[in-house]
């Protein structure tokens, strides 16, 4: 018991001090967003700032329509494509997982194929704006790149196969049931956990993307968060240059370290909300649908 006790304490430990870790980097973040820029830039980042400013977001604020905006189009972005994403993935990975279909190797093997090879970015841009005529819409946002993962096809298929008993199908068939049946009322609902991990991977992967604004929106209406947070950067940035190139005196102090450290508080706002919700399902979802099955 005793050693049970000190093994114990041990894992505590260093669970207390790997929670340490990851809260530190999180809480500089925010004490930058409210330091002065001048003392950023002479002192460095500090968790304890001399000088507090508010300028960042006062700069902030002045842009609130559109970084509404912005935040808009990433929620409906975000949400459209996680729910699109999880009903084509599960499905993908429904008859992957069922011993009686003759093809689920083939299958297998195609979806597999793409972890290893693409066509190239050059290639996919050709493809998306010359051939599906994307550009410049919402459907940008959503269709390349992260709409269907192998990673997330072979997850589902795993946890199917480990975790919903053949016998339950059978008894399923035998019962009347059609494929529709089994996969709605028996398949999702029993999935649940691994159902939660790929949302949260895919919501993740869609509220972080930049990549697919870069490339294919160029009206500046439809960026999301990421695309509108790196024009304002690069917005200041430009300032800056021009001024120092041009030998004009800027008057007011532009805080482009802090307003990266308050554009990135902002940014991960939402997922601090939304991850306490799911997170009890990731570690289940992850463990038991990585299985080989």
């Known amino acids: 018991m005793t050693e049970q006790k000190r093994a114990v304490r041990v894992s505590t430990a260093i669970t207390l001090v790997l929670v340490i870790a990851t809260l530190i980097p999180i809480l500089l ?9 001048k003392e950023i830039l002479s002192s460095g980042y500090t968790l304890f700032p001399k000088n507090w400013s508010l300028d960042s977001y006062v700069y902030m604020i002045r842009q609130g329509g559109t970084i509404f905006r912005a935040y808009g189009i990433s929620i409906l972005v975000t949400v459209i494509s996680t729910v699109a994403s999880v009903f084509i993935t599960t499905m993908l990975a429904y008859p992957m997982s069922r011993k009686s279909f003759k093809y689920r190797n083939i299958l297998a093997f195609f979806v597999f194929f793409t972890m290893l ?6 290639a996919s841009y050709i493809m998306w704006t010359r051939f599906f ?27 199917y196969q480990n975790n919903i ?33 790929i949302s949260l991977f895919t919501g993740l992967t869609y509220w972080n993307d930049w990549i697919n604004g870069l490339y294919f929106i160029n009206d500046t209406s439809l960026f999301g968060i990421q695309n509108f947070l790196i024009r304002i950067m690069n917005n200041i940035q430009a300032l800056k240059s021009t001024a120092a190139t041009s030998g004009v005196a800027i008057t007011v102090e532009l805080p482009s370290s802090s307003v990266r450290m308050a554009l990135a508080v902002i ?19 992850v463990v038991v649908g990585a299985v080989k099955g």
Do not use: C, W
């Not at 973040?29 to 820029?37: G, N, Q, R």
């Not at 269709?143 to 997330?152: E, G, R």
């Not at 339950?168 to 999935?191: C, H, V, W, Y």
């Not at 940014?267 to 979802?285: D, H, N």
């Open 29 to 37: 973040l925010v004490l930058a967003s409210f330091t002065d820029e």
């Open 117 to 122: 090879f693409n066509g190239g970015v050059v």
């Open 133 to 159: 005529h994307i550009k410049d819409t919402l459907l940008a946002l959503i269709l390349p790149n992260y709409l269907v993962t192998a990673f997330n096809v072979i997850l589902v298929r795993n946890y």
């Open 165 to 197: 008993p053949e016998s339950l199908i059978e008894s399923a068939q035998l019962d009347g049931a059609g494929e529709g049946t089994i996969f709605f009322k028996i398949m999702l609902p029993l999935a649940v956990p691994t159902v939660a991990t």
């Open 267 to 285: 940014g991960m706002l939402p997922i601090l909300v939304i991850f306490p919700f799911v997170q009890k399902y990731l570690i289940r979802g």
